[in-house]
């Protein structure tokens, strides 16, 4: 099976930089994605990461290390808009994991003035 | 439509009682999937679709859960004998291809059972 932990809760004012970290344990996956979701809202696309490594798409990046179970997002600038849950799921692959885009249990982030 | 549309967006029923759930992807995409979502948790997977069949539904709680995608694009999710602890949002998504880096959900549809 897959499954895929991440804190809780996060809390940081405006212009702070912000980590949500996540590992995982999968038999095997494409790619590790974020979403973002707002109160009431629909996840969101953020990042993905197919390769070890950093990926940066503007004020956020994301970074996977696939020898290390472990990937995170860096929120950078925080701005008041940014406070919201903030998932990272993995499609597996083969068998066992049948394609499904299997999510961690979020992170909730609270931007202060 | 431009993204992915779910109806209804809210849904009150009685226990007991049967609903459905309708799940209109955007054009094209092959992969569609559900997921309930309860209050501050993931979204749990409930069942995957390849274009027609169901590839995956490994994450339906039980029989009363069942979902089809007749032509491989609308999916309609059917709950039978809802019970209380069904209450959730419900969310669809869908990609172009099995693997594909995005997801696009939809609004998701409110289940209330009373």
């Known amino acids: 099976g897959q499954s895929l932990e991440q804190p809780s809760e996060v809390t940081a004012v405006e212009g702070a930089i912000v980590q949500i970290n996540c590992t995982y344990q999968t038999s095997g996956f494409y790619g590790l994605s974020w979403y973002q979701q707002h109160d009431g809202g629909a996840p969101t696309f953020l990042s993905y990461n197919a390769l070890d490594g950093l990926e940066e798409t503007g004020r956020f990046s994301s970074f996977l290390s696939r020898s290390d179970s472990y990937g995170y997002l860096l929120l950078q600038e925080l701005q008041m808009k940014d406070s919201a849950s903030y998932f990272c799921a993995v499609r597996g692959w083969g068998k066992a994991a049948g394609n499904k885009l299997t999510f961690g249990g979020g992170t909730r982030v609270l931007v202060k003035p | 439509g431009a993204g992915v549309s779910q109806t209804p967006s809210n849904k009150v029923t009685e226990k007991g009682k049967y609903v459905e759930l309708r799940c209109d992807p955007i054009?094209?995409?092959?992969?569609l999937y559900w997921y309930r979502q309860s209050l501050g948790q993931g979204p749990e997977f409930l069942i995957y679709?390849?274009?027609?069949?169901?590839?995956?539904d490994s994450g339906l709680p039980n029989d009363r859960f069942f979902a089809v995608r007749p032509e491989g694009s609308v999916s309609t999710l059917k709950i039978q004998r809802t019970e209380r602890g069904d209450s959730a949002v419900y969310l669809c998504?869908?990609?172009?291809?099995?693997?594909?880096?995005?997801?696009?959900f939809g609004q998701g549809t409110r289940l209330t059972v009373v």
């Open positions: 998504a869908s990609s172009l291809a099995p693997g594909g880096a995005e997801a696009f």
């Open positions: 679709f390849q274009g027609t069949g169901a590839a995956d």
């Open positions: 054009s094209g995409h092959t992969a």
